[in-house]
């Protein structure tokens, strides 16, 4: 159970709960394995790691692996489970990974789950990608996933697919709304709601918050990067 700290915005978000995550990593194992076979060296940082079942499932798979977040709260549930020799977690920022990790240094890099997003500004994202550059060996890949912003706000997509989950009273439903200003932020509105069928009201909001984040485009992402020193981009 995650304690609630209030200067830690993720402290009440239980992400373990609101993905299906068994099924998300048989969809993602093909990619990971692509990017594994890339890299110089069989270690991995995980940015934004939030509960670790992505370090998790690579130190499973025998590679050496840091889980990094900025949230105590993240980090105290990823650690909520045995910790084998070759895993670990750190509370940290991706803005300071290379000062915070102390030298050490990893053949790939992860921010999966739509980080990026949270850095709000070009300086930050700068910071960030320049620090990731240097945790990396000679030859390292640093594999990232957001969402298209570009094409959300031109389809004016204004929300994700609703997530269903089972829970102890009911079912745990996740909806996530958001609008453009049209200034590079997004507002993002992710909403917990409990079903209980039972109930006379039976759908309650269970918590509901407001995310400022920058929809981060592909072309301002490039140049980015290739100023951090990623030579070799590639876009899927």
């Known amino acids: 159970r995650m304690s609630h700290d209030p200067t830690d915005p993720f402290s009440r978000a239980n992400y373990r ?12 194992a093909p990619f990971l394995t692509r990017f594994l076979a890339a890299l110089p060296d069989a270690s991995v940082l995980d940015i934004g790691c939030g509960t670790g079942e992505h370090a ?13 977040d900025r949230s105590p709260a993240m980090i105290e549930s990823a650690l909520d489970g045995p910790m084998p020799d070759n895993l670990r977690f750190v509370v940290g920022d991706m ?4 000062t915070r990790l102390a030298g050490d240094a990893f053949g790939g890099a992860l921010a999966l789950g739509n980080m990026l997003p949270f850095l709000p500004d070009a300086a930050e994202l700068s910071a960030a990608l320049a620090a990731t550059a240097r945790v990396l ?3 390292g890949v640093f594999l990232f996933q957001l969402l298209n912003y570009e094409r959300l706000e031109s389809r004016n997509e204004r929300a994700l ?7 102890p009273d009911g079912e745990i439903v996740f909806v996530r709304v958001m609008s453009f ?3 590079g932020r997004v ?14 009201e039976p759908v309650r909001v ?6 400022e984040l920058r929809g981060w485009r592909r072309a301002e992402l490039e140049p980015a990067l290739r100023a951090a020193g990623f030579a070799d981009v590639t876009w899927y």
């Open 137 to 139: 060996k000679p030859g």
């Open 95 to 98: 803005r300071e990974a290379d």
């Open 56 to 68: 998790r499932h690579l130190a499973e798979r025998g590679l050496r692996v840091v889980g990094l």
């Open 161 to 167: 697919p609703i997530n269903v989950r089972p829970g």
């Open 181 to 183: 200003p049209g200034d």
């Open 206 to 211: 269970v918590r509901s918050k407001r995310v």
């Open 17 to 28: 709960s609101l993905i299906a995550w068994p099924e998300r990593m048989k969809r993602e």
């Open 187 to 200: 507002l993002f509105y992710p909403t917990t709601l409990q079903i209980d069928p039972d109930a006379e």
